[in-house]
């Protein structure tokens, strides 16, 4: 409540949940971070279906990482919310 009460002070009320920073530009590694990401999310992926890691007919975390994998490959492929997603990945 702190957070939101300061950022309502500093900004306004209409600028206090932009957030600029996670969608424009690009910190420095983070697109080296998400690549590196997008390859540990293939190769488990890979590795779960080869030696059959995984239960169920659908496996959550089969899908999970398919998802991941292709909401990151687009990101890196057009340059967008790169820092953003770098974000989701500290927060999973």
């Not at 991941?68 to 953003?84: E, G, Q, S, V």
Request: charged share 15%; aromatic share 16%.
């Amino acid at each position: 409540v702190l957070i939101l009460a300061n950022e309502w002070m500093k900004k306004g009320i209409k600028e206090m949940f932009e957030h600029k920073q996670l969608v424009d530009g690009l910190w420095s590694g983070a697109y080296s971070a998400l690549c590196f990401s997008c390859g540990y999310f293939a190769y488990d992926q890979w590795d779960m279906l080869h030696y059959r890691l995984y239960s169920g007919w659908i496996p959550s975390i089969l899908l999970h990482h398919l998802v991941l994998l292709i909401c990151f490959t687009l990101a890196l492929y057009r340059n967008i919310t790169i820092n953003y997603l770098i974000l989701s990945l500290v927060c999973e």
